[in-house]
């Protein structure tokens, strides 16, 4: 009985087309509205995190790197001579490497209010008994996401890119790892580690 009075009420209340594509443009529109006002601090902070957060990896006194030689009482060994020198072969490269670094940063960063969005666009939609099911799924996986990208910086590039820059082939060759490569593995793995 309750369910045919919501019913009524919803056809009473039902949008058309139109206004479903209007309140998507609404909130598209306030999703970039966000994103650029994250990527704007991002940009501007992140000469600032570059070298301890992005490039930390490279080297051996990476803290993870370090935390694992140590809760292992020195089964774990790495190489101590590891330090990676990342390259630019590229004029713009590093300008471009600053401006996609800081959108998926961004992107990361406003991740719970593109959720936000998606859940007020959907939750009209919806009868109560789906809300209740549906907002731990929408805050577990935000949750999730955070996770991922997590294990993904502390467990999954580091010792990804550690094993590929150390993999020697031949000893005549020398890697050198270009900055757009670089930065394309680490968002790469992060970025999926978080979906």
């Known amino acids: 009985m309750a369910e045919n009075e919501e019913k009524e009420e ?8 139109w206004d479903h594509l209007e309140a998507l443009r609404w909130a598209i529109f306030r999703t970039l509205i966000v994103m650029v006002l994250v990527m ?4 501007w902070s992140l000469p600032r995190i570059f070298d301890d ?8 006194d990476f803290f993870v790197y370090r935390w694992l030689q140590e809760i292992s009482h020195g089964m774990i060994k790495f190489n101590p001579d590891f330090q990676v020198q990342i390259i630019n072969i590229n004029v713009a490269s590093q300008f471009m490497t600053h401006i996609t670094t800081s959108f998926s940063l961004a992107a990361v960063l406003a991740f719970p209010y593109m959720i936000y969005e998606i859940w007020r666009f959907i939750e009209p939609a ?4 789906e809300i209740r099911h549906i907002r731990p799924a929408f805050l577990g996986g935000t949750i999730m996401f955070f996770l991922g990208c997590a294990v993904g910086y502390l467990l999954v590039f580091p010792f990804t890119f550690r094993f590929l820059t150390e993999y020697e082939l031949s000893p005549s060759i020398q890697n050198q ?5 670089y930065i394309g593995n680490f968002t790469m793995l992060i970025l999926v580690m978080g979906i």
């Open 40 to 43: 704007c601090v991002t940009f």
């Open 126 to 129: 919806l009868f109560e008994n």
């Open 53 to 60: 957060f992005i490039l930390a990896p490279t080297s051996n």
């Open 10 to 17: 919803l056809e009473q209340e039902a949008m058309s087309f």
């Open 177 to 181: 790892i270009n900055l757009s490569s």
